[in-house]
């Protein structure tokens, strides 16, 4: 039904293409992402057959995200969210607003302790864990049981 070819797609309707991801048009031709003005590469973009694929330059590497390239040295670190390297060219993970660094020194997670102070009941305190917290007994008070419950008694 349709006069011309759907080159990368099937022909639904008179003079309708349904185009196969990557295309466009009334001929389903190719789409060049990398054209676009909003890149979709934070460095290199090759334009592919249906699609397009990101590269960095020397120095960078390619971010899991297949997208973002990071600095080498960073990429080492294996950070979550990102690295930054000082002056003097020592390299740390970043993470981005609300989130702090675990105890690994590359992911990042929420402190509940720092959130939410009223956390733990009286006597205790609360200590951050990886994607959780705990409440421990403050100094000079230690964990018992009175009645079936669970609380801190003075030493």
Known sequence: VCKKPCVNGK????????CS????????NEVNECGFL????????????????????????LSA??????????????C??????????????????????ATDNKTCEVDECQQ?????????TCKNTFGSFVCVCRDGFVMGTLQGLVLCRGL
């Not at 022909?11 to 349904?18: E, H, S």
């Not at 993470?95 to 660094?101: D, E, F, K, R, T």
């Not at 939410?116 to 205790?124: E, F, I």
């Open 11 to 18: 022909c639904v309707g008179p003079d309708k293409c349904l």
């Open 21 to 28: 991801t990557g295309y466009k048009g009334r001929q389903c």
């Open 38 to 61: 909003e890149r979709p590469c934070s460095q290199r973009c090759m334009n592919t057959h249906g699609s397009y694929r990101c590269y960095c330059e020397p120095g960078y590497t």
């Open 65 to 78: 995200d297949g997208y973002t390239c990071t600095e080498a040295a960073c990429f080492s670190l294996r």
């Open 80 to 101: 979550q969210f990102g690295c930054q390297m000082d002056r003097g060219g020592a390299v740390r993970c970043l993470c981005p607003p609300g989130l702090h660094l």
């Open 116 to 124: 939410n102070t009223d956390v733990c009941p009286p006597r205790q």
